[in-house]
């Protein structure tokens, strides 16, 4: 039993051709079901005719063509009449000749100007060996037109370049009336026609403005050739990435300091003191170690730079995609919880150690201004040395908390800082103040 392919190229080669070896060549090249409804329809529109949708139809279609051929052949046929006003190209369709006759053809009428160049390339395509002519056609609408914006001449030799790469399904190159099709059936998809007109989106216009000519053309092909199963292959196949990169600069300041070194106004200051003091984590302000006043951090630069990424990912059916293992949500969850305990613990602890010193310091200052007896003085000694170890306690815990930063506060950077926590508040005692 015939498929539909066979029956539409038996009766194509039967409606179309007179000769017995081009019936024979037509019936013996591989022919898409597009090419062939695209055929069988130029040739019943010539003659008002629809091309049926079942199947068994076909012979009374082929019937009813004989019969108009018939018609045509009679005397009664031969009597002067007015011919019918018929398009360029359904006069190709309803005139039975052979490839070689149907080639020339084309070249007369557009060398007369029946036919435009895009249309004589797409009928030359079809054709069995298009690449004699379509060089003539190509060469004789440079001379005869203005070439479009898109179509430059090193436009077109990448994109001859990107179809001697392209390779069919059993890896042999593709031939030249292949390339021929394929290259024609690009541009009439992805250039602008009169009136700034386009077949594709605009953005896949871009895309081939900026000559990805190679992977348009294995997206068409592995498409063969559907205009819409191509666009949405395009969609799926290209990603457009607008990223943007910056750096941020900042640190610790106090009230006076954003005065000073940074040069803010009232308004911003106030600004940036609100902004940390609302921030629920706390960690955009702390006391200053030596002062005691609070600092605020606060975003001093910012510098970056945006660009554009484009990533063309090839999908392949035959490969299979392994399964990945799916992570311990909870167990995720529990370390991510006892890290940022950790953290936060450790940091009020930084903190607690600061408001002690700041407190010595102001005790230390009010003996040495009024008291000069020699007990004073001996406490004031002490205090010096207390104030110097709750300083070293907090430089050791400052820097944990660093390092805690880099190792993302994991198992091990908990237990160095419960381990620190419990030294320090050692010292603390010993320095007769309750840290905790």
């Known amino acids: 039993m015939q498929t539909r392919n066979e029956q539409l190229a038996s009766t194509l080669a039967r409606c179309c051709c007179n000769e017995a070896d081009t019936a024979k060549t037509m019936k013996s090249r591989t022919w898409s079901t597009h090419e062939l409804t695209a055929g069988l329809t130029n040739l019943l529109e010539a003659n008002s005719l629809d091309l049926p949708d079942d199947l068994s139809q076909l012979k009374e279609l082929e019937a009813t063509l004989a019969n108009l051929e018939a018609a045509q052949a009679s005397p009664q046929a031969s009597r002067p009449k007015e011919p019918p ?30 036919l435009d160049a895009s249309t004589a390339m797409q009928l030359l395509a079809q054709s069995a060996d298009p690449a004699p002519v379509s060089s003539e056609v190509a060469g004789s609408s440079k001379k005869s037109s203005v070439p479009e914006p898109d179509q430059t001449q090193d436009d077109d030799d990448e994109l001859d370049e990107a179809l001697d790469e392209v390779t069919q399904d059993d890896g042999t190159k593709l031939d030249s009336k292949a390339k021929a099709a394929l290259k024609a059936k690009l541009r009439r998809l992805c250039e602008k026609k009169s009136g700034d007109r386009l077949m594709v989106p605009e953005w896949l216009h871009k895309k081939w403005k900026e000559g990805n000519h190679m992977a348009l053309a294995l997206e068409l092909q ?39 070194k940074l040069k803010w106004n009232q308004k911003k200051i106030e600004g940036a003191i609100k902004l940390c003091e609302e921030d629920a984590s706390g960690e955009l302000v702390r006391n200053c170690k030596y002062s005691g006043e609070p600092e605020y951090w606060v975003d001093t630069d910012e510098v970056g730079e945006r660009g554009q990424e484009r990533e063309y990912k090839k999908q392949r059916k035959d490969t299979e995609k392994t399964p990945i293992e799916k992570p311990d949500q909870s167990r995720i969850t529990s370390m991510a919880s006892r890290a940022i305990r950790s953290k936060s613990v450790l940091s009020k602890f930084c903190e607690s150690i600061l408001q002690k010193s700041a407190k010595i310091r102001s005790l230390v200052q009010d003996l040495q201004k009024n008291y000069a007896d020699p007990a004073a003085m001996k406490s004031i000694e002490a205090l010096q040395r207390d104030l110097v170890a709750l300083e070293s306690c907090y430089n050791q815990c400052s820097e944990l908390l660093a390092q805690g930063e880099a190792k993302d506060f994991n198992k091990d950077w908990s237990q160095q800082s419960e381990k620190m926590m419990k030294d320090c508040t050692l010292t603390c005692l010993g320095c007769k103040m309750n840290c905790h």
């Open 222 to 260: 592995k498409c063969n050739f559907d205009k819409d199963k191509f666009i949405k292959s395009c969609e799926k196949t290209y990603t457009e990435i607008d990223s943007k990169k910056h750096k941020i600069f900042g640190g610790y300041y106090t009230r006076e300091t954003m005065k000073t």
């Open 85 to 114: 006003q018929v398009e360029p190209a359904e006069e190709l369709e309803t005139q039975p000749a052979t490839e070689s006759q149907v080639r020339q053809r084309v070249i007369e009428m557009f060398k007369s100007g029946q």
